[in-house]
């Protein structure tokens, strides 16, 4: 039995592409006139209306004090509230019988930047930062040592306050 | 009343509580679950009554009492946490914390101190203070010994104090000045260095008598804990091996009131390191071809059991009085009818007792288990057993470091079965070399110089294929066709329980934490 095609008969101005063309030309041009919304990182990481949250826990720093050391005690608070395990401190005692970190370190890969570290500590020395650029070519530079951790240089996240839930 | 005339009741926090008479509150509050806070008293030490801080309400009397120190009555009626009671108990503990330092981060005592329980739990959440109040400020102190006084974080309790003067009968310590300047003083040109000095380190309830040894090793919370007994001497006191991964750190006393209280003497305290040494062997070793070679433990105790097949004459066992009754049972049976058995132990001379209980020092013999050994056939003529070696037809070793055989005497002997932790110089000649563990890798028991056998529970794990010694000899028996496999030390002591005449009566799971007499049960029948 042979095929029977029907050919159905449309209107001329209902199948032309032109007009469909025309109408996305339009809009694409369109927003040549538009302001620019994108911002152009690497070269540019913060805008006028824009930037990181104050709140931000991003890669972790050490706060030290006026001599440069840091000011962990190594009173072990931080690797037990980790829920990632991902804190190893042995301590130690200096000349003047100070306690302090022997081994301070935090392997960012297991990190999971709940922040808990920083809201635990009782010297403010461990922070979580408001920084996200970490690309490294080895592995094993993600686990930052005392001297990296006390090394970074940029701010410290501002953690949630519960007293100002609202607040920056 | 029908109730002994001795014997009174009374309600303690809604709580109905029989109590014998003299008895005091705070006792009594604890047999009735009810937890009155203190710091002074201590049920090892006599009454002080400085601390305050067991203040209860106790109704119809003018004014709050000292729980530590009052004796119960028939029909007192005691409210710990009358409101007026915790006002009072919150007011003591702001007393204690003005010139309390906040150090509790680099304090060793944090996580066990009982200020920051009590705090915690009715303290105040923040000082009335000026935040510019300078704090009182004393140095640390060395108080010789073993021990640091840090007497900025010292409450006063006296407990130290009191332990010195009543328990070890060496009162070096007192409370110097006076008001709020008073501290714990130690006598000029004195040491805390009685044996069992230690001691004011644990009745501390804060961190102010800390130990060096300890100081800055572990956080109170990281420890895990383990039942034990001290290796120390043939007192057998109850210990608590606290670990860190998988490391011993500090033994501290386990309560029990028949051996040696809540004390435990400095010996022993500090005798853990051997506990974690590195030099162990890890897998069991065989002589091939004049050397001895690394192999699994089917292969070794097929060989172990040939030698002991294979031999004709006397089997000398060499023990150590650190071996488990279980270890030292199964290797009497190994032997069999041949056996002959030896233990050593190192013997110094004197004791050092604590006065303030009886029947406790630290014994001349530095070994646990003497008594065992002895109830169990050896005797502790070891060098006239080295001279028997000459005409035995094997010798089994247990975790005996033989310094004192001499090469020459072992190597005689045809064939050499060495089981030990290390393997020490003269070992060396083994033809069988099997890996055991110690005593903190291993459930086993000891018998004190007193007859208590007492039971210790494994705190650590053994290095590499190192089995415990009852296991080894176990199998070793299975290899000769003379026994069922053992699965637990509890199989082992069933099986010593019901051969060994000595031991009749006694059950594994009945000796608990505390331990159980032997020949009570024989005792009971002779009464019966």
Known sequence: ?168 | MTERQDVVTLTIDGVEVSAPKGMTVLEAAKRAGVVIPHYCYHPGLPVAGVCRMCLVHVENTPKLQIACAIPVADGMVVNPYHDEAVEARRGVLEFLLINHPLDCPICDQAGECELQNYVFREGRARTRYSPTYAKRFNPVEDFGGDILYVPNRCILCTRCVQFMEHVADDPVLNVSDRGDRAFIGIHPGEQLEHAWSGNVVDLCPVGSLISKDFLHKARAWELDKAPGVCTGCSQGCNVVLETLHNTVVRLRPRTNLEVNRFFMCDHGRLDYRWLNRGDRIEAPLVRQDGDLAAVDWHHALERAADIVKGSGGPIVVLASARASNEALFLATRVAGERFVGAFRVERVDGEEPLPGVPNLALRSERAPNVRGATELGYTETFDAAVTALADAAAVIVVDEPLDTVSNAALAKVPSVIYMGTTLPEPARVAQVVLPITNVAEEDGTFVNRDGRVQRYLQAKTGPGMARPAWWVLGELLVELGRGEPLATAGEAFEMLAGAVRAFDGISYDGLGYLGAVLGTAAKAEATA
């Not at chain 1, 509230?81 to 960012?108: H, M, S, T, W």
């Open chain 1, 1 to 168: 039995m042979a095929i029977t095609v029907k050919v159905m008969k449309r209107p001329e101005h209902e199948v032309s592409y032109l007009r469909a063309t025309l109408k996305g030309l339009a809009l694409t041009f369109s927003h040549l006139l538009r302001p620019s919304v994108t911002m152009q990182y690497p070269e540019q990481t913060a805008t006028d209306d824009w930037t990181l949250s104050p709140r931000w826990r991003g890669t972790h720093r050490m706060l030290t004090d006026e001599q440069g050391r840091s000011k962990c005690v190594a009173c072990g608070l931080c690797p037990q509230i980790c829920p990632a395990n991902c804190i190893k401190l042995v301590p130690g005692e200096d000349e003047q019988g100070n306690r302090y970190p022997l081994i301070y370190e935090i392997d960012e890969f297991r990190c999971v930047f709940c922040g808990y570290c920083q809201e635990v500590c009782p010297e403010e020395a461990i922070h979580v930062g408001v920084h996200y650029e970490n690309a490294e070519y080895e592995r094993g530079r993600f686990v930052y040592d005392l001297e990296r951790l006390c090394a970074q240089t940029h701010p410290v996240s501002t953690l949630w306050d519960p007293s100002d839930p609202k607040g920056q």
